[in-house]
């Protein structure tokens, strides 16, 4: 069972390492199975093509985000810090991905793709979860308001791929939003 872990772990690195460098459309199953060291149809024993693969690296990415967001939505301090912490643990998870990446930008692009139902979930589930955080807050617009940060939230991330460039933008933005909005 190990080895089968380890076996689909190494493939998923190795096509990871391919996209971020030749993109989604310059990377072949045969250079994936070459990268990970294993004949071709041991990797179709695995995934069935190479949209399951990208699948799942997005799949892996998703699991950290939802990790990441929710252990910093949960943490210390004000409704308003803690939001502004999960979504800037969502969006490094992002840019630590696609840092230094030619293709980041059409990858960044895949809501509209092939992982569209998996990023619409997460997307969903940190809506709820920010609007419910707003609701306990107090805040009488909670729905609209979450809408309107991870809007604008999408597009400082989308921007500001360094990491270290996020947190203080998307905690500025928090800050800004939400801060007025509490009773």
């Keep these: 069972m190990a080895d089968v872990v380890d076996k689909r772990r190494r493939i998923l690195d190795a096509a990871r390492a391919l996209i971020l460098r030749n993109g989604r459309r310059g990377t072949s199953m045969e250079a994936i199975a070459a990268a990970a060291h294993i004949a071709k149809p041991t990797l179709y024993a695995y995934f069935r093509g190479k949209d399951a693969v990208f699948e799942a690296i997005v799949g892996d990415l ?12 949960g943490g210390e301090g004000d409704v308003v810090g803690r939001i502004g912490a999960a979504l800037t643990a969502k969006y490094k998870a992002v840019a630590r991905l696609l840092a230094g990446s030619p293709h980041a930008d059409a990858l960044y692009g895949e809501h509209d793709g092939i992982a569209a139902p998996q990023l619409a979930a997460i997307e969903a589930e940190i809506a709820a979860a920010i609007e419910g955080e707003l609701a306990r807050a107090g805040v009488v617009r909670a729905r609209p308001l979450a809408q309107l940060l991870l809007a604008a939230s999408y597009g400082v991330g989308r921007k500001a791929l360094a990491p270290a460039e996020l947190g203080p933008a998307i905690r500025l933005l928090a800050e800004r939003l939400l801060r007025p909005e509490l009773p």
């Design 62 to 73: 998703i699991a950290t985000i939802r990790a990441d967001f929710r252990a910093a939505l």
